[in-house]
């Protein structure tokens, strides 16, 4: 009897060579990915950096603006080239400047639901109401400006009053009427305009802080754009810019440039900011600038 001998099957893997040339393969194929691709894979990546700055920027700016156009005539102070201080007006509108001949209960009589509340220029006002409003409603606490002429008026309590009530009059008698502690509107003053500053915000202050022109080691900006609002009224100009508190509108600001002009053109009915400034983050830098305008005329 003879033996029969199946003859062994191969083990399964690779060769020397065949790795070898995986390895090659695969070598040329990185070095071809590195060669091609990283230049789209980093211009990816610095375009949604810019993008991002840019937002950043431009929200900032916005901000900025939105409040400089809404601010109480004549109450932007600028210290320095590096920050700004104004008062962004909620709301406003005209108000009564005369008795209601026709609807009031007499002459002379005392503002109630039969009389009329008006503004007498010639003695201290206590009660008006308002012809037409618009913005955000006024509320008990907020502040009532009235002919804010000159810069430092208002912020020294000259032609702002609190108010301590808000009531509905009859619709004859306007939209809503407003009891404001004693206020002695100007002398003559005939333009019936009103304008509301929020208990809640009272002065604002934009401030760059650190923004020097250089970058740190990871190639950022080191300054900051603060807003700081909230802590009153302060009488005297200010002489310097804030360098802490607030909150952080942008961070990584490189350089800031704020310049008022109160008399754009050939009368002092419109002002005008000019603001600039550049965040750089990681070596990218966004770089804005925008003016706007300022309604001088109360």
Known sequence: MSLLHTPRRPMPGFTLVEMIVVMVVAGVLAATLTVFLRPAIDGYLVTRERAALQVEAENSLATMVREVRRAVPNSIRTPGNQCVELLPASGGGRYRSGPDTVNDSGVGCTPGANCSAWVDTGTTTTTFDVLSASGTPAAVGDTVVINNQNGNDVYEGLNRSRITAVETPAAVYGVVRLTI????????????????????????????????????????????????????????????????????????????????????????????????????RHGESAHLSMGAHVPNVP
């Open 181 to 280: 502690e004693p206020l002695q509107v100007s002398p003559g003053y005939d333009g019936g305009r009103y304008s509301i500053v929020p208990q809640d915000q009272q002065a604002v202050f934009y401030s760059c802080v650190g923004a020097d022109g250089t970058l740190d080691a990871q190639g950022n900006g080191r300054g900051q754009l603060l807003r700081l609002s909230g802590y009153g009224y302060d009488a005297a100009a200010p002489t310097t810019c804030p360098v802490s508190g607030g909150v952080v509108v942008a961070s990584g600001v490189r350089a800031c440039n704020f310049v008022h002009d109160p008399n754009q053109g050939a009368t002092q009915q419109s002002g005008f900011v000019w603001i600039e400034f550049e965040i750089t």
